[in-house]
């Protein structure tokens, strides 16, 4: 049993280039979401998925889209990278949108934007 | 405007001292919960407290949610190195279903 995984781990890139962040969960969880972590800023929802083929978005949406084609993976993809996106990723997921429900985070993506 | 606030936002002391942190809002949640971060690694949920006035503990933790429903605080008795870590306090507030965190207390123990 895995947990949540999340690949890469740590990735640099260019001003205007694109990626695709891969988060994998083995829980049959229905909740997905991604959130993104600066210094002194805590976490800041990007994205979330509420099932299978749903997206919404979240506090910090702009710059970023997801899919979540399959229940157990949801991507997160920036189509033209800034600098402002330099940060580190966490995917989690939760079996229910209950505020008492666990949320399992991955351990992080590593994101350098020059 | 942040939800939730955390204080204090660092905290270095020395193995064995007692700490409290705290985390507040205007509003009120229908529970709230607390998070260890380690350097590293993703959060991992320590306690949820869901009834106004609730106590919980855990080992050296004891962790309250105010009569209100509006603060919590985590306090840590003889603190050690393995404490070292950011404590995150997450909560809803407003029927969203989508949890709201705070900035974080980033807590340093000495041996």
């Known amino acids: 049993n895995a947990g949540v995984t999340q690949t890469p781990k740590f990735r640099v890139l260019k001003t205007g280039q694109s990626m695709t962040l891969l988060c994998a969960q083995d829980?049959?969880?229905?909740?997905m979401y991604w959130y993104r972590q600066d210094p002194g800023m805590g976490l800041r929802l990007i994205h979330y998925?509420?099932?299978?083929?749903?997206?919404a978005k979240g506090e910090v949406p702009d710059g970023y889209n997801v899919s979540r084609l399959k229940k157990q993976n949801f991507l997160l993809g920036l189509e033209s990278a800034a600098p402002s996106q330099t940060s580190v990723y966490f995917c989690?997921?939760?079996?229910?949108?209950?505020?008492?429900?666990?949320?399992?985070f991955g351990p992080g993506t590593r994101l350098t934007v020059l | 405007t942040q939800l939730l606030e955390q204080s204090p936002q660092f905290l270095s002391i020395q193995e064995g001292e007692n700490l409290t942190v705290y985390c507040n809002s205007s509003s009120v949640f229908s529970s709230l919960q607390w998070y260890r971060q380690e350097p590293g690694e993703g959060p991992v949920l320590l306690v949820t407290v869901v009834t106004g006035g609730e106590v919980k503990k855990l080992k050296r933790l004891t962790f309250q949610f105010g009569d209100a429903r509006k603060d919590s605080s985590l306090h840590i008795t003889a603190a050690q190195p393995g404490d070292t870590g950011l404590y995150l306090c997450a909560g809803e507030s407003g029927g969203s279903y989508i949890p709201t965190f705070g900035r974080g207390t980033s807590l340093i123990v000495h041996p």
């Open positions: 989690a997921s939760s079996y229910s949108p209950l505020t008492s429900d666990e949320q399992f």
């Open positions: 829980m049959n969880h229905e909740y």
């Open positions: 998925s509420v099932g299978e083929g749903t997206t």
